[in-house]
């Protein structure tokens, strides 16, 4: 079956340190892979999207890579901050093949994150 | 403001008793979509709905309905509410929901059931 799967349910870091969320998913071959943030009991907001032909990429603090041979997204945050504390979701188009887009979009159940001063 | 709104925030209501949930965006995306989001289960995808008169199920459409008879607006219907419906519900718009430049999805505040 297809599954999309984030490395932990919770991650605890020191401030200033780099965070790195993980996201594999299996049975996919996803057109690209998004990046959401989503703090209690608020909506899921956008942060980065890559698709399948790019292998990094990168806004501010932030940088995303995409391994389609590892099935396997990671999530970066640098020199990270306690306001940075916030549940992250991956989620990906689920299209058996590339460039198609199925008009669907699966999320992995997210990994809450906790920077701690 | 470019913005996705739901109504109502809240809801308690009793198993059996029709409601609808609405959902507008106010920059003309073509693409709307439904989810819930249950603890332990993350977000499911209800319905979704690729422009005007063109809706599709997700992964969990079971009770529920939606109709997209204008772009900005795609409300949620639910005919017969259950207690398993009891969830947070957030709905979501984006330019064409095939991942292009600038494709960047949005999500209403959410809307908390209640379905005794």
């Known amino acids: 079956s297809q599954k999309i799967e984030q490395n932990s349910e919770a991650l605890n870091i020191q401030e200033g340190k780099t965070a790195t969320l993980t996201c594999n998913y299996t049975?996919?071959?996803?057109?690209?892979l998004q990046w959401y943030r989503q703090d209690p009991g608020r909506g899921p907001v956008f942060l980065l999207l890559i698709r399948e032909n790019e292998k990094e990429k990168r806004k501010e603090r932030l940088k995303v890579t995409f391994d389609t041979t590892l099935k396997q997204s990671l999530f970066h945050i640098t020199a990270s901050q306690p306001a940075d504390s916030a549940t992250y979701l991956c989620?990906?188009?689920?299209?058996?093949?590339?460039?198609?887009?199925?008009?669907?979009?699966?999320f992995g159940k997210g990994t809450k994150l906790s920077v701690i001063p | 403001e470019a913005q996705v709104t739901q109504n109502p925030r809240y809801l308690i209501t009793v198993t059996g008793k029709k409601l609808t949930v609405t959902c507008s965006q106010n920059m003309n995306h073509e693409y709307m979509s439904w989810y819930r989001q249950d603890p332990g289960l993350g977000l499911r995808q209800i319905y979704y709905?690729?422009?005007?008169?063109?809706?599709d199920k997700g992964d969990v459409p079971e009770g529920y309905k939606v109709s997209r008879k204008e772009k900005r607006n795609f409300p949620l219907i639910l005919e017969s509410p259950s207690p398993n419906q009891t969830s947070l519900y957030f709905c979501a718009s984006t330019i064409s929901g095939r991942g292009g430049p600038g494709e960047t999805q949005y999500f209403g505040p959410g809307t908390r059931l209640l379905v005794l």
């Open positions: 709905s690729m422009n005007v008169e063109v809706t």
């Open positions: 989620a990906l188009d689920p299209a058996e093949y590339s460039g198609a887009g199925s008009y669907q979009l699966t």
């Open positions: 049975n996919y071959s996803p057109a690209y």
